[in-house]
């Protein structure tokens, strides 16, 4: 079909001063030149805060933002950090390390440090204490000031731990009423406050045993009703990873009235299918507009590994987090919305 679509993306984690150079070098060389039109990059706690300094994890600097910034935004690429809220607070029982500084914010005290899946999958902040907005909103403008950026993904994705019978304030409380109050909360404060716009991970969104999903892709514990207690304006990246029989959460949340981003990973197989199931669902109902593209997530991924992914220099070894399979997945899929386009 010809359609110009407008947001043709890559997702990554990233926090390492050290690995900047080789990032920038990605961008140039690869994004670029591929067409990729938006960077997330998700820091977390992965960046060296002035504000909270104790909450610092890693040893990205405000210059560095600056610079990868000023360099996306020459090539025309839009650069969104990403500070995953709520849950995904460390891996395991192992706390991060905002959870290791400010321990009264931490949703489940009593989970040992030592906890592994599946007793437990990973920490949340409290969503219900009265002291964790002003840190958390502290992070949020200090990383977008940094990037410069007019848009912030607030993540959200897999959260597990919420409304915990072990957390005084929240134990007993609505799981679907406490996690669009969290989303609501960064709402007010990203796009009402700051007037930027805010995405977010769509699986908490997503009923897993009514529309088909796993346990984690979609929520089997109360969440998702929440998908109607949130605003209508925030971008829901839909992330799917393998090849499905069919993906009706996208056609769901369209007809909530979101923007839906369908959001692929390192299989490109599984990523096309997704797009084109993706533009029938938007086509019959109207609603291309409101599906901009698609957005390779680039999970396990650092500069220096895309950079031998890319440009075939050095070796990945055994590979663990198949970075060739994201290379490859990114560059067939933004081949394939650049053909779209012509």
């Known amino acids: ?25 990605v961008i140039t060389e690869a994004l670029m030149p591929m067409g990729v039109n938006v960077l997330i990059l998700e820091v977390n706690t992965n960046f060296q805060f002035s504000s909270h300094p104790e909450v610092s994890g890693g040893t990205l600097t405000r210059q560095d933002a600056r610079e990868l910034s000023a360099l996306c935004r020459e090539g025309g690429i ?3 950090p990403l500070f995953d809220c709520l849950g995904h607070q460390g891996w395991g029982g192992a706390r991060n390390s905002l959870l290791r500084a400010h321990p009264e914010f931490d949703e489940t005290p009593h989970v040992s440090t030592d906890a592994k899946w599946p007793d437990f999958y990973c920490p949340s902040w409290c969503p219900s ?4 907005n002003a840190l958390v909103f502290d992070l949020m403008d200090e990383l977008v000031d940094a990037f410069e950026a007019d848009a912030l993904h607030v993540g959200m994705d897999e959260v597990f731990a ?11 409380k609505n799981k679907a009423e406490l ?31 009514g529309l088909g999903y796993s346990e984690w892709e979609g929520d089997i514990y109360g969440i998702w009703p929440a998908v109607d207690l949130i605003p209508k304006d925030i971008v829901l990246c839909d ?25 692929s990973w390192k299989t490109p197989e599984a990523a096309l299918d997704f797009f084109d199931q993706s533009v029938r669902q938007a086509e019959e109902r109207g609603a291309l507009a409101r599906m901009p593209g698609m957005l390779v997530t680039g999970w396990n991924a650092t500069g220096a590994k895309l950079v031998t992914a890319l440009f075939g220099e050095g070796d990945l070894g055994e590979d663990e987090g198949d970075i060739a399979g994201i290379a490859r ?10 053909k779209a386009g012509e």
């Open 1 to 25: 079909m010809n359609k110009e679509w407008g947001l043709r993306g890559f997702h990554m984690r990233f926090g390492s001063h050290e690995d900047v150079d080789a990032l920038k070098r």
């Open 78 to 80: 839009r650069l969104i």
């Open 129 to 132: 204490h009265p002291d964790v």
């Open 162 to 172: 919420i409304a915990d019978e072990g957390c005084p304030r929240c134990r007993g």
């Open 179 to 209: 996690f669009a109050k969290a989303a609501n909360d960064y709402y007010e404060h990203v796009v009402r406050k700051r007037g930027l716009q805010m995405l977010m991970w769509a699986d908490r969104l997503i009923d897993s045993e």
């Open 239 to 263: 992330w799917h990873y393998d090849k499905l029989d069919a993906y009706p959460s996208v056609g769901h949340l369209l007809d909530k009235g979101f923007t839906v981003w369908p959001s």
């Open 329 to 338: 997945t990114l560059g067939i899929v933004m081949e394939r919305l650049r």
